[in-house]
């Protein structure tokens, strides 16, 4: 790819109903031949739907299945079995089926459809996928989609814990940005603008949507819409560094030191509520949030346990070494566990005002 340029999704396709439509949009990419994969169990699902709208346009599924597996070998055996006649992989569900049909249509130089079924992250939009390598969940390169088609009928459908993670997620981008910047301050990093305006409008335009109830249509929409802006946001920037800052890393350290952890974004969101704060940076406006849509009730629920919590704020440097954000420096570390014990919301999230978990 020639320097300066960047690729996007030539289509987007985000509304109640649009997984019907899936054939019309492959036939006007000149597309008649495809690999469907889908996410656990959603045969039964969708199976029929995506078959009738296929074979309506004249188009051959080549292969469809179910893929359960992230395990890079596995994905790279899948790859490299596709008919030579395949003009398109399509994902269809989770995290897990989109991560590795966009990593097998990487490998394959191939064009791929993402649609998810739940909003729970941004993944869906990224140009990277996380896959098993040698037994750790591992970032690696993947393909940028060339269409993504969401359905906001299905996304209304999934459990509300998958609403909850997408909107953790999303409001991320606000301390995301706030690391980056105060990175590149620093001279650890090169701030790309464009990249930092596009997450900007992104997440902006998402907490300001007005909304009495999570599943309507208009929040749903803008929520889609924010999380595929966010992995156009990364595209330019050329890596994460838009969208993700020092409340992923701990997430990610949660994740290896937890047998059983929670969703990402629900992760991701409690640790952005607590580094704005350490950032003193816009954490009214996620507070507000956070509390409209049900979020710190729901995260209430969970059980969590600070001690854990504590821990992923010491082992986030050791995540990413290259980057500079807030927790690769002592003392903003220290004052993150402080507010976890301190802060009135989050004492109501780990339990503190009843005595648990107090040393």
Avoid: C
């Avoid at 706030?178 to 596009?198: H, N, R």
Wanted: charged content about 25%.
């Amino acid at each position: 790819m020639a320097a300066g340029y960047i690729s996007i999704p030539t289509i987007l396709k985000v509304g109640p109903g649009t997984l019907k439509g899936l054939g019309s949009y492959l036939k006007a990419s000149d597309m008649d031949n495809a690999v469907i994969y889908f996410g656990n169990g959603l045969i039964d699902m969708f199976g029929y739907q995506v078959m009738d709208s296929l074979a309506n346009e004249h188009i051959k599924v080549l292969e469809y299945r179910e893929l359960d597996s992230v395990d890079i070998d596995d994905i790279i055996e899948l790859a490299f079995s596709i008919d030579s006649k395949a003009q398109v992989i399509v994902g269809i569900g989770g995290g897990k089926v989109i991560d590795a049909a966009k990593y097998s249509a990487y490998l394959r130089k191939l064009p791929f459809i993402s649609i998810p079924t739940s909003s729970s992250s941004d993944g869906f939009s990224s140009a990277s996928a996380s896959l098993l390598v040698n037994g750790r969940r591992t970032s690696v390169p993947a393909k940028m989609a060339y269409g993504i088609v969401v359905d906001t009928d299905i996304i209304k459908s999934a459990p509300e814990r998958f609403l909850y993670s997408g909107i953790g997620d999303m409001v991320s981008k606000i301390t995301a940005i706030y690391d980056w910047v105060y990175e590149s301050k620093l001279g650890y990093s090169t701030l790309d603008d464009f990249a930092v305006m596009i997450a900007k409008k992104a997440v902006n335009s998402f907490v300001r949507t007005p909304f009495t109830d999570i599943h309507e249509e208009l929040f749903l929409k803008e929520l889609l819409d924010s999380l595929a802006m966010s992995g156009i946001a990364n595209e330019i920037a050329g890596g994460s560094a838009p969208t993700s800052g020092s409340e992923h890393l701990i997430s990610h350290a949660l994740d290896k030191m937890s047998d059983a952890p929670q969703l990402h974004g629900i992760q991701v969101g409690i640790a952005t509520y607590l580094m704005a704060l350490v950032q003193d940076h816009r954490y009214v406006r996620i507070h507000k949030i956070f509390k409209d849509t049900g979020f710190f009730d729901y995260v209430e629920t969970l059980n969590l346990n600070i001690e854990d919590y504590e821990k992923a704020i010491d082992m986030a440097p050791s995540i990413k070494p290259h980057r500079h954000t807030y927790l690769h420096e002592e003392r903003y570390r220290e004052l993150a566990k402080r507010l976890l014990r301190e802060d009135d919301t989050l004492k109501k999230i780990f339990h503190v005002e009843k005595g648990q978990q107090i040393q």
